[in-house]
């Protein structure tokens, strides 16, 4: 499904990406973990296509599709998903037409018709009810005034509504308490579908007891470092990142 | 050229007009003065005949009015129409006024504005200005909030070749609260100035200044805005945002946020923006599917949708909303 191989990029001429290799087969979940500047934001916003992210070599391909020739929208028609580190808030732009402007416009690249007004809300109240999202928050503009939480949680209905292929999820547990954290995760494994691959990235393995890997990378100066079952998870977190970066 | 400036035209001190030459602009007008008429829907019989090329309403106590009143002032070529608006308002009487300005032809309007609120009443005044890009308008309004007094302004500027908006506002009531917003469009060689200077006279008063600009091609935009707090205005709130959208590499954007405080006891507060569009909640939308294209949209649409909701009025909402639609095409 998702082939890295040998991956460089830099940022304003500095490298952060020291030749890459990852691959996730569909249906199966992938957890990335490693200290903080490791490159693990790095390579989301490489996979999703940011400006300023200088691809200096090697390939990424989902499905077979050359990610790196499309343009960020491309991307996400293509089936690929970023749920943000820091989810971006737009003042004057409300949740509901936000999520009903992005659906058609990846069903109108897929080649699907757009839904109307109805079907498309239809579709938003079965998401929104199976992740506790109350009515209120899709009043607002996106993430402006939500807490930590109803961040993450909107990051999940999104993806939800939008049904990629395959998932990033970039330190979706960060500032999460155990509850918020509890909805979050299982929002991601009611998605966990054979078709479908996730690539987790995580700072500290509490969210991998509650989504639980097949295969658990570290990731240090730009590179995959060690490549395990979900227990490597549990040794990383009693032993530390220092012995594998060293 | 001094002199043929009438002296209805506000004080033409170097600074205060530092950035907007309305000499030059009016020396490429050739004019003559002429009879403005105002076109009005309703509220007829409040009407005071005492100014002969303007309009003045007298609002008697605790009149409230269901519907907005409609004044129209449509320029034409060659003309010079130099008006008036007076408005008093008596106390706890409320109402809105929409102030519709367009034009066909190279001409020059210049408006006073005269605003009386006594204790309690409560103006909304809109404004929606779709000039001939070839005119010269210059705009000075001036209200005075009694005690409690209410005034909300919104002012959309599609504008002209040359325009000038300035706003004066005297909080001489205590609770009197102003409340300030603009969005101003401006494209091909236009200029648009807004200058505003808000009085905190009276303790105890809330005012605020909410101004956009959206630039494109190699207009120019000004944004001078004064919060002044005098000594016995304790308790003053004054808040002032100038955001400025430049949508090309030509546009030029000045803003000027000025904060003169004399009370110690005071809340104020200014910020101002000028750039791009950003690049991370463009990112963001992209990474949803839209395209570049959409997603310009959506953000230029959600830029100038903060200042239309400023319009407590639904119906005044859609009518600015679709003229700004049509601007943004
Ligand atoms: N916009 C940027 N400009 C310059 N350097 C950056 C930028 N973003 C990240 N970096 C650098 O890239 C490295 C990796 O950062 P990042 O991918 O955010 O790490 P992680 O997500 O693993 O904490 C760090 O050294 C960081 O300082
Ligand atoms: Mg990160």
């Known amino acids: ?246 | 050229m001094q002199n043929l400036l009438p002296k209805s035209l506000p004080d033409l001190d170097k600074e205060h007009w530092k950035y907007s030459n309305v000499n030059a602009a009016l020396k490429k007008l050739d004019v003559a003065l002429s009879q403005p008429v105002w076109e009005m829907t309703g509220a007829f019989e409040f009407l005071h005949p005492d100014i002969e090329n303007g309009v003045h309403l007298s609002i008697p106590k605790n009149k409230q009015f269901m519907r907005p009143i409609e004044l129209k002032l449509t320029g034409g070529e060659g003309q010079h129409l130099d008006t008036k608006i007076v408005i008093d308002v008596a106390e706890g009487a409320s109402l809105k006024i929409i102030e519709r300005q367009t034009g066909c032809g190279a001409y020059w309007k210049n408006i006073k504005v005269d605003i009386n609120l006594a204790a309690n009443a409560q103006l909304e005044y809109y404004r929606l200005c779709e000039e001939d890009p070839f005119c010269v308008v210059t705009e000075f309004l001036t209200a005075n909030l009694a005690r409690d007094a209410r005034f909300n302004a919104v002012v959309v500027n599609g504008c002209s070749g040359f325009g000038r908006n300035e706003f004066k506002v005297h909080l001489n009531g205590a609770g009197a609260y102003a409340d300030l917003s603009g969005l101003a469009l401006l494209r091909g060689k236009q200029h648009g100035d807004t200058t505003i200077c808000v009085d905190h006279i009276a303790p105890h008063c809330k005012s605020s200044q909410f101004f956009k600009t959206i630039l494109q091609e190699s207009a120019r935009g000004v944004f001078q805005g004064k919060i002044h707090v005098y000594k016995d205005a304790q308790k003053s709130d004054g808040y002032q945002l100038s955001n400025n959208l430049l949508l090309s590499p030509l546009a030029e954007m000045d803003v000027k946020p000025e904060l003169e405080i004399y009370a110690d006891d005071v809340k104020c507060s200014h910020g101002t923006t000028t750039g791009e569009l950003d690049e991370t909640p463009m990112f963001y939308l992209r990474s949803r599917g839209l395209n570049e294209q959409d997603a310009r949209k959506l953000l230029i649409e959600a830029f100038v949708g903060e200042v239309l909701d400023k319009m407590t009025d639904e119906t005044i909402r859609a009518l600015f909303d679709e003229r700004v639609q049509l601007w943004l095409k």
């Open chain 1, 1 to 246: 499904m998702l082939k890295i191989k040998n991956l460089t990029a830099e940022i304003d001429g500095k490298q952060i990406l020291n030749g890459l290799d990852l691959e996730v087969k569909a249906g199966e979940v992938h957890a990335i973990m490693g200290p903080n500047g490791a490159g693990k934001s790095t390579l989301s916003y490489v996979l999703s296509g940011r400006d300023g992210y200088d691809v200096t070599g090697g390939t990424a391909e989902l499905d077979g599709i050359n990610l790196l020739d499309l343009n960020p929208n491309e991307r996400a028609a293509a089936g690929l998903f970023l749920a943000f580190q820091y989810p971006v808030e737009i003042p004057g732009v409300g949740m509901t037409n936000f999520l009903k402007t992005a659906l058609n416009s990846i069903r109108k690249a897929r080649g699907q018709n757009e839904l109307e007004a109805l079907d498309f809300l239809k579709i938003l109240k079965s998401r929104q009810k199976e992740l506790g999202i109350a009515d209120d928050m899709l009043k607002r503009a996106v993430n402006v005034g939500f807490s930590g939480g109803e961040k993450k949680r909107n990051e999940v209905l999104q993806m939800a509504m939008l049904e990629p292929k395959f998932c990033i999820l970039d330190e979706t547990d960060s500032g999460l308490d155990i509850d918020a954290l509890k909805i979050v995760a299982d929002g991601v494994n009611k998605l966990r579908a054979p078709d479908r691959g996730f690539l987790v990235i995580t700072h500290y393995q509490r969210l991998l007891d509650y989504i639980v890997p097949d295969v658990v990378h570290v990731l240090a100066k730009g590179k995959i470092v060690k490549t395990g079952g979900a227990e490597l998870a549990k040794e990383l977190e009693a032993k530390g990142y220092a012995e594998l970066v060293a």
